[in-house]
């Protein structure tokens, strides 16, 4: 995790110092913000990268000798076939094209729908065809 964290580290600094040559070129506040709060994004996920990657240690990924196998093959359960996900796309989008339009009604439609989403997500293997 090394080269990561210092590629975070390394734009980090770039954005900082694009944000101080921006500041002075232009004065403009809004575009000086938006990079400093990049920089201030990069540093944190620099930051948290080399500081994992201290306490992990090398991972297969890092060594010349690694291979695939030696990597941890459990990442989790994901459900192939579930339109849930779906479902909480739509909810979403219409909850961000809501608030765009406030148009409050629609904002209580998108947060049902994600409600119901997320309670067929995790239900999903508890009834009907896919049930254990």
Do not use: N, Q
Request: aromatic share 20%.
């Amino acid at each position: 995790m090394k080269v990561e964290g210092w590629l975070f580290a390394l734009g980090s600094g770039f954005y900082a110092v694009v944000a101080v040559a921006y500041w002075f070129i232009t004065g403009e506040i809004v575009g000086t913000t938006a990079l400093t709060l990049t920089a201030g994004l990069a540093a944190l996920v620099g930051f948290y990268t080399l500081f994992t990657g201290r306490r992990v240690g090398v991972r297969p990924e890092d060594r010349y000798d690694g291979e695939i196998a030696d990597a941890d093959p459990d990442y989790g359960f994901f459900s192939p076939h579930s339109w849930w996900p779906l479902v909480i796309g739509i909810g979403a989008m219409s909850t961000a094209i809501a608030f765009a339009f406030t148009t409050w009604w629609m904002i209580l439609f998108g947060f049902c729908t994600i409600v119901f989403g997320a309670i067929g997500t995790v239900f999903e293997y508890h009834r009907g065809p896919y049930a254990s």
